[in-house]
């Protein structure tokens, strides 16, 4: 899956000097770079085109801090998918860290997690087969499935632990107030729905506490944005419905504020805008390790090289390996796919230079208009256009620290 050859680069990039210096990165020009960029960069209304690369540069006042440079910033909306669960994972860290504070009980990561039935449909949820190491639910595995593999059901589990209303405040904090994560993933609910959690057992040695039922307040409502209703059909149960899909009520953050909120996480000593997550050390190195170890990599869970390759949740990573090997590289990232929209927010190292940079890039992808027909064009557009680009940052990288 995802491993196909891609087009080579038809142009080697130039000079460094744009993008470690005060000059603008050009990236009109990069977008130009290959047949596949050039393919979607030439309609970017149409593929609802968005990029930004970061780069972290020395202030007046002696502190490093992001500087972002972006090709069509917040001109339409984009569904993030499922690059909000590194919120989730930050947000369900800082929930742990406040309940602590609150019982003095030396809860953990590996606490033990018990989930009561909280609709009709549901069933006490206290097991993890997945998990080797004890078989119980616990936030260090949650996390780790929502990394490797992209597991909804552990973003879930984490939206739950924390609530609506503790993601937003997490968020806000961070000053990323105006991203809305409302809603759970592939588990249709409603908008009251989406604001409940169920009570949940947290079990352990010298630990046993409880959080009740919530329901979270509701959000403020959001300001209209351009490109809110997508495509021309969508199908729902009853059928084909002949008109575009609403995202009015669906989650929804910036671009921008994406790599901002990884460049708080991989970098924090960096001023990436606003102020840091509340994170330990121990809480930054299971994230770091989880979001870029390749899912055959990992000892606990365990995955399938076959079914899960490395490119499987790391869309640069093709791109990147035509510039140098893979043992080369280093992507702390998260994905999101869904609807025909295809998002990368990627940190990239290449590890002997220690030469870096922040992309960030989103494309919708849905040639035949119709949502939820799972006819999108991932593989002969979306996927492609991100390994070039992954490809042309990275030469562009390089060439300024040879």
């Known amino acids: 899956m995802r491993l196909g050859r891609l087009a080579p680069a038809l142009l080697v990039l130039g000079s460094l000097a744009a993008c470690t ?17 050039e393919r979607v960069s030439a309609r970017p209304k149409h593929y609802r085109l968005q990029v930004v690369v970061g780069r972290v540069e020395t202030g007046a006042d002696g502190r490093p801090r992001l500087v972002q440079q972006g090709f069509r910033l917040g001109a339409e909306y984009f569904y993030p998918a499922s690059a909000v669960k590194l919120f989730a994972a930050v947000a369900a860290l800082e929930k742990l860290a406040e309940l602590r504070r609150e019982t003095g009980l030396p809860i953990s990561v590996d606490t033990a997690l018990t989930y009561h039935p909280l609709f009709a449909d549901e069933v006490l949820e206290d097991a993890d087969a997945e998990n080797l190491e004890g078989g119980r639910i616990t936030v260090r595995q949650e996390i780790r499935k929502l990394f490797l593999v992209s597991d909804n059901r552990a973003f879930n589990r984490l939206y739950e632990l924390v609530g609506q209303d503790g993601l937003a405040a997490s968020l806000a904090r961070a000053g990323l107030g105006e991203a809305r994560i409302v ?4 588990e249709p609910r409603t908008v009251e729905e989406n604001r409940r959690s169920p009570a949940i057992d ?66 924090p000593e960096v001023d990436c805008g606003g102020p840091p997550f509340a994170l330990s050390t121990e809480d930054r190195a299971l994230l770091l390790e989880a979001m870029s170890q390749y899912p ?57 230079s220690g030469a870096s940079f922040f992309l960030a890039a989103t494309l919708y992808t849905n040639e035949d208009g119709v949502l939820n027909d799972d006819h999108y064009d991932y593989e002969t557009v979306g996927l492609p256009f991100l390994a070039d680009l992954g490809e042309a940052v990275a030469r562009r990288v390089l060439a300024g620290v040879r």
């Open 296 to 352: 055959g990599d990992s000892p606990n869970p365990r995955y399938d090289r076959g079914e899960y390759p490395n490119a499987y949740v790391k869309y640069l990573l093709p791109g990147l390996v035509r510039v140098l090997p893979e043992a080369r590289w280093r992507v702390y990232n998260k994905v999101g796919e869904a609807y025909g929209f295809l998002t990368e927010n990627a940190y990239v190292v290449e590890q002997e």
């Open 183 to 186: 809603h759970r993933l592939s």
């Open 21 to 37: 210096s005060s000059q603008p990165l050009q990236l009109a020009p990069l977008l130009r770079a290959t047949a596949a960029l």
């Open 202 to 267: 947290l079990l352990g040695e010298g630990v046993r506490t409880s959080l009740p039922e919530r329901l979270a307040p509701e959000q403020p409502r959001l300001p209209p944005q351009a490109g809110l209703e997508v495509g021309e059909a969508y199908l729902a149960d009853e059928g084909r419905v002949d008109r575009p899909l609403s995202f009015a009520a669906k989650n929804r953050v910036a671009l921008a504020d994406l790599q901002r909120g990884l460049c708080k996480v991989v970098r």
